[in-house]
């Protein structure tokens, strides 16, 4: 499985992105009934997860820090999985990554950088 993560970029405080994954080399029947997930890896800190979401979308779970401002989802027809982020703040400055959930268990991608100024 192959995760291409992307939509990263530098934005200042208040400002919103959209994130997206693009997951191939597998198949529907594998990634439909999986729980997917955002992960965040902020510099000198390990890996979290930032917001899951499970199969046909009917659980969406969240940080207490991005709660109320992240919001995701996913497309399965597509096999893609996506982030908003509002309300950005300097705090939310790290590599973001997909994969599912909780198992992470499909090969991370590099992963998109996001970079909030103040």
């Known amino acids: 499985v192959q995760l291409q993560a992307s939509g990263g970029g530098l934005v200042q405080a208040g400002g919103s992105l959209r994130l997206s994954c693009k997951v191939t080399g597998v198949i529907s029947s594998v990634f439909n009934p999986a729980t997917v997930a955002w992960y965040r890896q902020q510099p000198g800190k390990q890996r979290t997860v930032v917001a899951s979401?499970?199969?046909?979308?009917?659980?969406?779970n969240y940080a207490d820090s991005v709660n109320g401002r992240f919001t995701i989802s996913r497309d399965n027809a597509n096999k893609r999985i996506y982030l908003q982020m509002n309300s950005l703040q300097p705090d939310d400055t790290a590599t973001y990554y997909c994969n599912n959930y909780p198992e992470s268990s499909w090969h991370w991608g590099q992963g998109t950088q996001v970079t909030v100024s103040s």
């Open positions: 979401i499970t199969r046909l979308s009917a659980t969406t």
